[in-house]
């Protein structure tokens, strides 16, 4: 979803569930993502990232799914647990620019016991 | 395992004040960065340094910005006269080009936040 000022979108999930978090990018020359998260307070910190020659990356506990078709990405959590309460957000890295990474809207993620 | 480090963590400054925020990135890091983040808005790129000068900078990187890198380990941020609307959290970011010119991850620092009244 996008964001709207200081409504982030939020998804809330019970512990122990899988969490998906869904991103759109901007630019289609775009060749490398990564997820960040950032609690409360904090700089973002990375999860996972992925390359535009891949549609699919797993780490542990998570996976990032890249279409490229759509330009969308997906952060997939397995089994959320509450130190996974977080704000998310995809970033891109335009090809041929200086390394400089464009943030998404972020998506605030509150894990339930 | 190496981070950014960024003083302050906190300031607050009155209006019209110049503010310099400063980082240490990580040592073999050749790229710097700054960006911001307004209260519950999304992290915006200001900046990015290279080789000793800025590489590429947002509309937000007015002429009241600046960056430098006075030695080889500092990398600070100047704001010459603050308004109220730069109040946020600035972050330092830095990070490397892999082999072959392939983006890598950027490493983020905790943050400065900046209060202007």
């Known amino acids: 979803g996008e964001s709207v000022g200081l409504h982030l979108p939020t998804l809330s999930v019970q512990e122990g569930d899988n969490s998906i978090i869904n991103c759109a990018y901007s630019?289609?020359?775009?060749?490398?993502f990564i997820w960040y998260k950032q609690e409360s307070g904090k700089g973002p910190q990375f999860i996972i990232d992925?390359?535009?020659?891949?549609d699919k990356r797993q780490g542990q506990r998570v996976t990032v799914l890249l279409n490229k078709t759509v330009k969308h990405l997906s952060l997939q959590i397995a089994a959320t647990q509450p130190g996974d309460s977080a704000v998310y957000f995809c970033?891109?890295?335009?090809?041929?620019?200086?390394?400089?990474?464009?943030f998404g809207a972020g998506t605030r993620l509150a894990v339930h016991p | 395992e190496p981070e950014v480090t960024q003083t302050p963590s906190h300031q607050v400054t009155q209006m019209g004040q110049e503010v310099i925020l400063r980082c240490v990135p990580i040592?073999?890091?050749?790229?710097f960065y700054w960006y911001r983040q307004i209260l519950g808005q999304k992290v915006e790129f200001l900046v990015s340094?290279?080789?000793?000068?800025?590489?590429?900078k947002s509309e937000i990187f007015d002429d009241q910005f600046s960056v430098e890198r006075p030695d080889g380990s500092n990398f600070t941020l100047k704001i010459r006269s603050t308004k109220l609307e730069d109040s946020a959290m600035y972050f330092c970011a830095s990070g490397l080009l892999l082999r072959g010119g392939r983006a890598g991850e950027l490493f983020f620092g905790e943050g400065s936040r900046l209060t202007v009244l």
């Open positions: 970033a891109e890295n335009f090809s041929g620019g200086y390394n400089k990474l464009i």
């Open positions: 040592s073999n890091h050749l790229y």
């Open positions: 340094f290279y080789n000793n000068e800025i590489s590429e």
């Open positions: 992925i390359r535009s020659n891949m």
């Open positions: 630019n289609s020359a775009s060749d490398y």
